[in-house]
């Protein structure tokens, strides 16, 4: 039972370049979510989706878009890649209410 | 919009000591209450949660946590700990809007130093 799986685990980005995080969840669950963890900050809620084909704007949504194509797939995308995007990025799924599962974590590093 | 203090930014206990971590959270209504444990790169496991009902809820690893009303807490507890508790550990609050798609709202983390 893999749970939440977030890919890739790691990457080093250059300021500007763009790339997609994925994160997929075998579980059925209609909510998935995007935060971002930074020291002395826990974690932050960047997107979310209630469901197949719906996004919206959590706390901090500026410079990231996402997009919910499959209801299994939740893809958090960065266009221009900048230093202050330096973090951990977690994913998360559930099926109702607020108790959610978490990936393990794609840690980004734009220089 | 709901917010969640923890306190105390580290703790240092030494091993076989009891432990107490504190979480405030400020909502309009009585939230779900959560408390996960982060150890060093690695993701976030639940080590409990707060729905509704006991107010004294037992999680994993030994760990329990009390939901007082009238504080707006949701304190973490452990009677005796151990070196592995060494990690982060957060406080959440979630809403259910009808669909749990509020998300969570995070404290910002205690950091747990257990002495030899």
């Known amino acids: 039972n893999a749970g939440v799986t977030q890919t890739p685990k790691f990457r080093v980005l250059k300021t500007g370049q763009s790339m997609t995080l994925l994160c997929a969840q075998d579980?059925?669950?209609?909510?998935m979510y995007w935060y971002r963890q930074d020291p002395g900050m826990g974690l932050r809620l960047i997107h979310y989706s209630v469901g197949e084909g719906t996004t919206a704007k959590g706390e901090v949504p500026d410079g990231y878009n996402v997009s919910r194509l499959k209801k299994q797939n939740f893809l958090l995308g960065l266009e221009s890649a900048a230093p202050s995007q330096t973090s951990v990025y977690f994913c998360?799924?559930?099926?109702?209410?607020?108790?959610?599962?978490f990936g393990q974590g794609t840690r980004l590093t734009v220089v | 919009a709901q917010s969640v203090t923890q306190p105390d930014i580290h703790i240092t206990v030494s091993e076989g000591a009891s432990l107490e971590l504190r979480c405030n959270y400020s909502y309009g209504a009585t939230p779900y209450l959560f408390w996960y444990v982060q150890s060093p790169g690695q993701g976030l496991q639940l080590l409990l949660k707060y729905f509704s009902g006991d107010t004294l809820v037992q999680g994993i690893k030994g760990f329990e946590a009390e939901f007082k009303r009238s504080q707006s807490s949701f304190n973490l507890r452990k009677p005796s700990v151990h070196w592995s508790d060494a990690a982060e550990y957060f406080c959440a609050v979630g809403f259910d809007s009808g669909g749990g798609a509020d998300g969570l709202t995070f404290g910002k983390g205690t950091h747990l130093i257990i002495q030899p």
């Open positions: 579980m059925n669950h209609e909510y």
């Open positions: 998360a799924s559930s099926y109702s209410g607020p108790l959610a599962f």
